[in-house]
């Protein structure tokens, strides 16, 4: 391929990945949530794929670069076209229109519009052309081009045969060169107008200096009654020197003024983050304290399964996606990293980035066959026992911060059957449209007229959120939200033949909901329940850290024995016990 070829194929990829209704066509997927798609598909083929083939010299020229290019929509088409998701194969029709006419015409210039037509006499643009140049008229500003020629050069007339002299024909060499010339002229002010309101204000160190002319304003040099400074015309303000020296009043006003523009330069943070700033018990250095003896504890406690929480999610094969999921992702480095910087207001701001890391877990990686769900509901449970311990019961009986469900764990559980249910015709996940924002899978935009009939969107994600952030106080709250999801779904695409592969998932969801939700109200209502219930409302008062085990502290006995120190007098290295009693 050649280094031209290989630009424009480079351009054609660019302007793909541009278009917003190719969201679906953008990453690989799992194949596992489609089953059947290998016995139609024989080459799987998405952008990125082609992106790398295309960077690694694969395509040999840009015929065989546009076969991939258009087999990421035609596969689209040969396996939606006759399914419930034929929404998706017309999606992939049009960008598959899209591809082609990018394909054609990407890299072509344009003559921009109007700059290389011919200007034509129209009302409001008239050409008049007179001897000696050409004037063009448009609305009250004249601009006028003067073509300046040769200047006439007359000559005293010939007596007989006299002979020119050298004084003339030095004279007929002079000939004035063409001159081009631009008159942009004002247009007219009435009789009895103010200029000084027309032109712009003077600055404040100019002096005004009165003029003869009848259209002008006279300055008087002292201004009588509301005087703005000293000798100053009305309308200018004084110089910054004057405008310091305020009262207290305009200080007041100016800070009122300039905080409403520094409240718009303010990030906008997620509605649970500035609910933890603004309630919760102040950040204070002891707390902070306590607040480094959590990370430290979780990290020494779950020193195996930690590890994938300590940094941020980096993996670029699932980066991208990871981000258009997760709209705030967090994780222990970034956390502690804002301890030292002081960027925690509140304790429960802390909380509530620490339950964050999580709940974004669990809300990215749902399948059940995930080996990272249990361990982000082990990791979390450790969290919630040390900062009972070093966070809430040093604080006690002020409530540092909001509480998770006492049953959060039961109602994790009803998620993942839901999760874990799958549709009959393909086996694919019925769960799958309700994972995340609706916008998530239009694009980033809302469906037409979805905002008129869905007043609260919702989504198992948000309530997967909402869940391990403490926001529910019962589980009424948390079946509200769950069933919202599915009602939104009925309330838009009920009645809509588009829809009815949707309507019938949301039905079947709401079913087993149903069942889960009795059996967990259930539960609650009985003995094991009630005993749940009261061991979450004493957890401060009853909580306590497991003791670590014998050969953990044998083993930092051993490291610490093993340690060296270099005596400042002697020079000499020596092991760390012989300075211990």
């Not at 222990?332 to 429960?348: D, F, H, I, W």
């Given at each position: 391929m050649t280094p031209e070829d290989l630009r424009h194929c480079q351009n054609v990829v660019k302007a793909l990945r541009k278009e917003k209704n190719n969201y679906l066509f953008l990453e690989p997927f799992d194949l596992t949530q489609v089953p059947g798609y290998t016995d139609v598909v024989k080459k799987v083929m998405d952008i990125s794929t082609l992106s790398?083939?295309?960077?690694?010299?694969?395509?040999?020229?840009?015929?065989?670069?546009?076969?991939?290019?258009?087999?990421?929509?035609?596969?689209?088409?040969?396996?939606h076209g006759t399914r419930p998701t034929a929404w998706i194969a017309d999606l992939a029709k049009s960008m598959l229109k899209i591809a082609k006419d990018k394909y054609s015409n990407v890299g072509k210039k344009k003559d921009p519009s109007g700059k290389n037509k011919k200007l034509l006499p129209t009302k409001k643009n008239k050409k008049v052309f007179s001897e000696g140049g050409t004037t063009t008229e448009s609305g009250?500003?004249?601009?006028?081009?003067?073509?300046?020629?040769?200047?006439?050069?007359?000559?005293?007339?010939?007596?007989?045969?006299?002979?020119?002299?050298?004084?003339?024909?030095?004279?007929?060499?002079?000939?004035?060169k063409p001159r081009l010339t631009l008159k942009l002229g004002k247009p007219k002010t009435p009789e009895g107008t103010n200029v000084a309101k027309?032109?712009?204000?003077?600055?404040?160190?100019?002096?005004?200096?009165?003029?003869?002319?009848?259209?002008?304003?006279?300055?008087?040099?002292?201004?009588?009654?509301?005087?703005?400074?000293?000798?100053?015309?009305?309308?200018?303000?004084?110089?910054?020197?004057?405008?310091?020296?305020?009262?207290?009043?305009?200080?007041?006003?100016?800070?009122?003024?300039?905080?409403?523009?520094?409240k718009s330069k303010k990030i906008k943070l997620s509605a649970a983050t500035s609910q933890a700033n603004r309630g919760g018990v102040v950040m204070n250095s002891t707390r902070q304290v306590q607040c480094v003896k959590v990370l430290n504890g979780l990290k020494h406690r779950q020193s195996q399964s930690i590890a994938v929480f300590l940094q941020p999610v980096s993996d670029k094969t699932i980066v991208k996606d990871y981000k258009?999921?997760?709209?705030?992702?967090?994780?222990?480095?970034?956390?502690?990293?804002?301890?030292?910087?002081?960027?925690?207001?509140?304790?429960?701001?802390?909380?509530?980035?620490?339950?964050?890391?999580?709940?974004?877990?669990?809300?990215?990686?749902?399948?059940?066959?995930?080996?990272?769900?249990?361990?982000?509901?082990d990791v979390l449970t450790t969290a919630e026992?040390?900062?009972?311990?070093?966070?809430?019961?040093?604080?006690?009986?002020?409530?540092?911060?909001?509480?998770?469900?006492?049953?959060?764990?039961?109602?994790?559980?009803?998620?993942d059957t839901l999760y874990n249910l799958t549709n009959p015709e393909d086996g694919a996940?019925?769960?799958?449209?309700?994972?995340?924002?609706?916008?998530?899978?239009?694009?980033?935009?809302?469906?037409?007229?979805?905002?008129?009939?869905?007043?609260?969107?919702?989504?198992?994600?948000?309530?997967?959120?909402?869940?391990?952030?403490?926001?529910?106080?019962?589980?009424?709250q948390f079946e509200a939200d769950c069933r919202l999801v599915l009602d939104n779904c009925i309330a838009y695409y009920g009645g809509r033949e588009d829809g009815k592969m949707l309507t019938d998932q949301a039905n079947r969801l709401s079913a087993v909901l149903q069942q889960q939700m009795t059996a967990l109200k259930k539960y609650i209502k009985a003995p094991p329940g009630e005993a749940l219930r009261r061991a979450a409302q004493n957890a401060v008062n009853t909580t306590s850290l497991p003791k670590p085990p014998i050969h953990l502290l044998q083993g930092i006995l051993d490291e610490l024995r093993s340690l060296k120190y270099t005596d400042k007098a002697t020079k000499v290295k020596k092991p760390s016990r012989d300075g211990c009693l």
């Open positions: 790398k083939n295309l960077d690694a010299g694969v395509y040999p020229d840009r015929e065989a670069f546009s076969k991939d290019c258009f087999l990421i929509y035609e596969n689209a088409i040969a396996y009250g500003t004249k601009l006028k081009l003067k073509l300046g020629g040769p200047a006439k050069i007359t000559k005293p007339p010939i007596q007989g045969k006299q002979a020119p002299s050298i004084a003339d024909e030095k004279e007929d060499k002079k000939v004035k027309s032109s712009p204000k003077p600055s404040p160190k100019a002096s005004p200096k009165p003029t003869s002319s009848s259209n002008t304003s006279k300055v008087s040099p002292k201004v009588v009654g509301n005087s703005r400074g000293k000798e100053l015309p009305k309308g200018v303000a004084p110089p910054k020197a004057e405008q310091k020296k305020g009262t207290k009043k305009t200080t007041a006003k100016r800070k009122a003024t300039d905080g409403s523009v520094t258009s999921k997760i709209e705030y992702p967090m994780d222990l480095g970034t956390m502690q990293a804002k301890l030292e910087r002081n960027e925690y207001p509140t304790v429960s701001a802390f909380v509530y980035d620490l339950r964050r890391i999580f709940s974004n877990c669990l809300r990215y990686n749902t399948s059940l066959k995930d080996a990272f769900r249990p361990v982000a509901v026992q040390l900062m009972t311990v070093f966070l809430a019961q040093p604080e006690y009986p002020t409530s540092v911060y909001p509480p998770l469900l006492f049953c959060w764990k039961l109602c994790l559980s009803v998620l996940a019925t769960a799958l449209y309700f994972l995340y924002p609706v916008t998530h899978y239009c694009g980033g935009q809302y469906p037409p007229g979805y905002l008129e009939k869905v007043k609260k969107p919702m989504d198992f994600g948000t309530v997967t959120k909402q869940l391990l952030e403490g926001q529910y106080t019962s589980v009424e």
